[in-house]
Each structure stands twice: as structure tokens, then as C-alpha cells.
Nanobody, 124 residues
Framework: QLQLVESGGGSVQSGGSLRLSCAVSGNTDPDYVYAWFRQAPGKEREGVAGFDNAGDARYADSVKGRFTISQDNAENMVYLAMNNLKPEDTAVYYC??????????????????WGQGTQVTVSS
């Protein structure tokens, strides 16, 4: 069983930056793959960033060029660096994990392990 704990959320003005962290603990394994999702009030959960089976990052069109996902296996950490934030980025951000191969990197049903989320608020 895997445990995921997000941190680094907060409030920022439009154009600002935040770096989210996901600490992974428990029954870790190098075959786990990780992704970030977000959910705004009244909206469905949206895939933001993840890794395909080659280890290449994949992003939602809405964040491409602004967000960067990275991973530190030695420290069991996953990060989401968010730059040039917009009010539309306001949401609770979740990290998620899947064991093994993926087909749809940014679909939430691919992931079985979830953190509790961290709030990101971007004001104009």
C-alpha cells in the first residue's frame, strides 16, 4: 500500500509560481508511476501532468509550457513546478500513483492511489 502526501499549495497572484511536492511512502516500488490531477469546485477532476511508459512527461494542453513534473526516486518525491499561474489554475491538486504500464496518462481511472490534495488559489 502506498501513501501520498501533497504539500506546497497556497495563494498566489496571476503570473506567480508555486512548486507542489508529493511525498511517497509505504510499499514503494520503482514500477510505480505518478501523475498530478486537479479539481475545481463544480468541475470534474482533470489530469494535469504525468509520465508515459517511456518516462516522458505528458501535460494537459491548458498547462503545457507552464508546468513541469519531475521525480526524485532516491527521495521518493514527485514535484509539480507551476509557473505563470492563472486564475483558471485554481483548484485542489492531487498526486496519484499507478503500478505498471499506462495507456492513458491523464485519465484518473488509471490511478489507484491518491493523496488528500493541496489547495492552489490564483487571484487576479
Amino acid at each position: 500500500q502506498l501513501q501520498l502526501v501533497e504539500s506546497g499549495g497556497g495563494s498566489v497572484q496571476s503570473g506567480g509560481s508555486l512548486r507542489l511536492s508529493c511525498a511517497v511512502s509505504g510499499n514503494t516500488d520503482p514500477d510505480y508511476v505518478y501523475a498530478w490531477f486537479r479539481q475545481a469546485p463544480g468541475k470534474e477532476r482533470e489530469g494535469v501532468a504525468g509520465f508515459d511508459n517511456a518516462g516522458d512527461a505528458r501535460y494537459a494542453d491548458s498547462v503545457k509550457g507552464r508546468f513541469t513534473i519531475s521525480q526524485d526516486n532516491a527521495e521518493n518525491m514527485v514535484y509539480l513546478a507551476m509557473n505563470n499561474l492563472k486564475p483558471e489554475d485554481t483548484a485542489v491538486y492531487y498526486c496519484a500513483a499507478h503500478w505498471g504500464l499506462l495507456e492513458y496518462v491523464l485519465e484518473d481511472y488509471e490511478y489507484n492511489h491518491w493523496g488528500q490534495g493541496t489547495q492552489v488559489t490564483v487571484s487576479s
